[in-house]
Structures are given as C-alpha cells and as structure tokens.
C-alpha cells in the first residue's frame, strides 16, 4: 500500500518556528518519496480555543501562506480546510459514539486545563476541548492516513486515534487502517524563547514569516543565566543553544559548543543564532510577501483543494454510514 502522510495546523495566532519544524519541514521532506500526502488547516480545532473571528481568519491565511512558502506543491499533495470537508466533522459524530468517556478523560490537554481550575474543575472548559482528539481521528482516519508526522506533545492524541479505530473496526468490520505517528527522534520539542515547548498558549513563540527585525527581536528575547562574556557557558540545557542544534549541522553544532566553553557573550551567541536561522527563513519570508499580494491565492488554492479531496472523504463516509446502518431502508 501507497504511504499517506497527513498532518494539520490549527489556525490560531501566527505561524511560528515551532510549526514549521515540528509539522511543515518534515511532512514537506516525508512527501518527496513515493507516497500521497494530505496537509490542512485545522480551522473547527481553532473553534476550541478562540471566538476571536479575525483572528481565525488571519491565521488560516497566513497558515496556508506558511505551508505554501516552505515549498508545498498543490499539484502534488491534497492541500485542504478541515471545515470544507464536511464528512470530517459527520465522522466524529460517528466515532464519539463509540468512544469511551474514560478515554476522553484522560487526555493530557484536558488534564491540564482541569488542573488548574481550584474549586470547579470544569470551569471554563467547552466539550470541544474534551472531545478533541475525536475531532483529531476523524481528521486521520477519514482518508485511511497510514503516517502522521506530529510533535511529541500529539503522540498521546495519535494513541487515542488508534485505540478509536481498532475499536471501530472490532465492534463493525476492519475498516480503518491503524495509523503510525512519526515523531523526529532530534527535534522532539522544539522549545521556545523560555526553553518550555513553543507555543503560542506560552507567549513564547518565533515567529516564522516577520521581518528580519522582528525575527531578531524575539530571538533577543531568549531566556538565559546571567553569565558574563569571558565566562565559560554550558550549552546543555541552554535555550539559545538547543534552538541553534534545531538548525545548525552537526559541525555548527560542534563549533557552537567550543564558543560557549571560550565563553563567547550572549549577544555573541544569539546573533550567531539569528544568522541561522535568518538564512533558512529568508526564502521563505520572499516567498510569503510575493505569495500575499495575490488576494485570491489562498481561497483559490483551498477551494481547488477541497473539490480534489472531497469525493475521497465522501466515498469513506458513505461506506461509513451504510456499516453503523445509517442508510436506506431495504
Ligand atoms: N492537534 C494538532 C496540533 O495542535 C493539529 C491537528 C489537528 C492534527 N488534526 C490533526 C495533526 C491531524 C495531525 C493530524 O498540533
């Protein structure tokens, strides 16, 4: 069987490095072997986080732009919305009936946000951000993906999305192929400016597609001890040197680690971060501001790529439908 790597975005605040490396980068790298690949914008996620309509907007603009500017081929690849894929959010009425609430409760992301509630532990909390991970399996399992690339923090979700598919497939008829995630074993966590995972929920984020001087702005903005220039630094357990290595090859690296022992500033150390970093963003940056100033790209692109995905996504649910019996009479 042909691989089928899918991986989604959720469309909430501005695409940042932590996305392009932990979702963009190596699905586009997986897609240039022999396989199909589906990439979208997880915009019916972003519902759970935000009313901000704006803000959704924007983002899956500049989402799509980010996937686009890093060198994803629309001709090659099924490039979608998740909310134009009607069958996806049919599917997950489908599988949360047949999901176990105990499942559900044990998800990292809702145990996070129960834990921080003192006296009502719901406080705050909607059922989408409970019932996400089925939103995320159908998302997978309604094209039969075979390969998920993901950040480490979503391996507990793609678990979930395999114990909801054996579980179709025992109580109906093996219909869903069991999907893998695939986590890159150096770049598990891609931490952010206070060395916690990047994410825009820390306020913690760089961005991937500013100007240069916004890039060095944040990149100034990494947390690190108060060492003085001339002192000898560790890079273990540095923020500003674990980002470099998300970057730099092994001899970069290697070089890096004999500037810190020679005690180079921090100054020093972030400005040769951000000429790392600057010169793999440059391209993509150019990229984006070209792409920007055709207004109708993005909606045509998503259009184009919902009409090219959809009659899949139709196909599985009507086969879906007929094996729980929501179908015709006989
Ligand atoms: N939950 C993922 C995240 O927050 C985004 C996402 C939604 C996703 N659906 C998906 C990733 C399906 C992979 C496959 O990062």
């Known amino acids: 069987m042909k691989k089928r790597i899918l991986t989604g975005i959720t469309t909430t605040g501005t695409p940042h490095v932590g996305n392009y490396l932990g979702a963009i980068k190596p699905s586009l790298e997986l897609a240039e072997e022999n396989s199909e690949s589906f990439f979208f914008l997880a915009d019916y996620h972003a519902l759970i986080k935000t009313q901000n309509t704006i803000d959704i907007k924007a983002s899956v603009k500049d989402v799509a732009l980010a996937w686009l500017s890093s060198g994803l081929d629309t001709d090659k690849s099924y490039f979608y919305k998740q909310s134009d894929i009607k069958e996806i959010t049919e599917l997950s009425w489908i599988l949360t009936c047949i999901t176990a609430k105990g499942l559900m409760n044990r998800a990292h992301a809702y145990k996070a946000a129960i834990a921080e509630n003192k006296s009502d532990e719901d406080k705050g909390i909607n059922m989408g951000l409970f019932s996400y991970p089925i939103l995320m399996a159908s998302d997978i399992l309604i094209f039969n993906s075979t390969h998920v690339p993901v950040g480490s923090d979503q391996l507990q979700h793609l678990e979930m999305t395999r114990d909801i598919a054996q579980r179709f497939n025992h109580l109906y008829k093996k219909t869903f192929n069991i999907p893998e995630a695939i986590v890159q074993e150096d770049k598990k966590v891609i931490p952010g400016l206070d060395g916690r995972k990047m994410s825009k929920s820390y306020n913690n984020i760089i961005p991937l597609l500013s100007d240069e001087k916004t890039l060095k702005k944040s990149i100034a903005k990494i947390v690190t001890n108060s060492l003085e220039p001339g002192d000898p630094k560790d890079p273990n357990g540095c923020n500003v040197f674990n980002l470099y290595t ?35 963003l440059m391209p993509i940056r150019d990229k984006y501001n070209k792409l920007q100033e055709d207004k109708n790209l993005v909606n045509e692109l998503l259009d184009a790529g919902a009409a090219k995905v959809r009659p899949l996504a139709s196909e599985m649910l009507g086969e879906l439908r007929e094996i729980v019996g929501i179908s015709k009479i006989e």
């Open 246 to 280: 998300q970057f730099a090859s092994l001899e970069q690296q290697s070089q890096f680690k004999n500037d810190y022992k020679e005690g180079i500033s921090w100054g020093d150390a972030k400005n040769k971060l951000f000429n790392l970093i600057n010169l793999e």
